[in-house]
């Protein structure tokens, strides 16, 4: 994608293109923000106008049909680099490879890139390697982290980089982009928005269908609690819960709480105007009414629960049932 096709974050977009018609870029950057806003896009973007083969005069858009342009969006050009965390950290080993490689002279481009993702998983001792580095890149080299965590960054590295701030796109903005993008119809737009929280790079990691049919699936399971008077129909509940893998479980667990926050919200403002699931408000308000604010309470807490014991390795069915048949009491 070229810069005048990516949306949001414009004040981003005018540095990077200031940076891009100065033309010196031996520097380093860091992107912060959440995961999947699109800040490695925008490093892409960055790299592509740098080599690209088509270049306008203004020289600061990609054209995004050359060879160059595409391989960099592939992830297959020879100069724009990817360094990621190796387990748990980005090690020594791996600083010192890129420390060579950042002096390297560019092999098919015109501008070398380094995109280090995960920052902030540099270990104390590679980072410390890569001060020098990071201050003084040569003309031809850009460096840049990737960071959700900016504050966990040594400030060693903090004080050689510029920081460029990058932060979700706001929903009106993003329902638009994706009803146009992928020609979907307003209603699903608005909620693909909502889900996300105006991350873009999510957007194409939901299947709104899917979705849909896992959270009518919960939405019975909530009747069915909120009578309460179905110990058999709930037991069965609990036992195909129960038997699904840990991902899946938890994904339930995720879901089901988030349909009792926005129950929550409606219970507690008497208003949907904050809820995500907007797309089914009448079914969700109809629950606010019928289980009120106190049992939504217990009923968070009994669901967060079972989150947090995923983490020691709880019997899943056992733990689902003595949940459901707990809170239809
Ligand atoms: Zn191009």
């Keep these: 994608m070229s810069f005048s096709g990516l949306i949001g974050n414009e004040h ?40 690209c083969q088509n270049l306008p005069e ?33 090690k020594i080993a791996q600083t010192r490879e890129l420390i060579n490689d950042v002096q390297v002279r560019p092999r098919e481009g015109r501008q070398r890139f380094f995109l280090i993702d ?11 390697s890569l001060l ?10 850009t460096i840049i982290l990737l960071t959700a965590r900016p504050d966990s960054l040594l400030s060693t590295i903090r004080s050689r980089a510029q920081k460029l701030n990058f932060a979700p796109l706001p929903t009106p903005e993003m329902e638009k982009y994706l009803a146009s ?16 929280g105006g991350r873009i790079g999510q957007a194409t ?21 909120a009578t309460g008077n179905n110990k058999h129909r709930l037991l069965k509940a609990a036992e195909h819960y129960g038997k699904q893998e840990r991902d899946a479980y938890e994904r339930m667990i995720l879901l089901f709480l988030n349909l009792l926050r926005d129950i929550f919200l409606i219970a507690a403002s008497g208003s949907i105007e904050n809820i ?11 629950l606010a009414e019928k289980i009120g604010i106190a049992q939504l309470t ?31 009491n």
């Design 12 to 51: 981003n977009k005018q540095i990077l293109q200031r940076f891009l018609r100065r033309k010196n870029l031996g520097m380093t950057l860091i992107f912060a923000g959440p995961e999947g806003i699109g800040k490695r896009q925008f490093a892409l973007t960055l790299a592509k106008v740098a080599n």
């Design 58 to 90: 203004t020289n600061d858009d990609s054209c995004d049909i050359c060879p160059t342009c595409q391989r960099i969006q592939a992830g297959t050009y020879s100069d724009v680099v990817t360094i990621q965390p190796d387990g748990t950290y980005i």
């Design 118 to 128: 995960e920052a902030d998983r540099l270990r104390e001792e590679a980072a410390n």
């Design 132 to 141: 020098k580095t990071l201050e003084e890149p040569p003309a031809t080299s």
């Design 181 to 196: 993008r992928f020609q979907l119809a307003t209603p699903d737009a608005r909620l693909l928005a909502l889900l996300t």
């Design 205 to 225: 990691t939901i299947d709104l269908t899917e979705y849909r049919r896992e959270r009518r699936e919960l939405l019975e399971l909530m009747d069915l609690l």
């Design 276 to 286: 995500v699931n907007i797309d089914v408000a009448d079914r969700l308000s109809l």
């Design 298 to 328: 217990k009923w968070i807490k009994k669901f967060d629960e079972l989150r947090f014991n995923l983490r020691i390795n709880i019997n899943r069915q056992i733990a689902t049932e003595s949940a459901f048949i707990g809170l239809a």
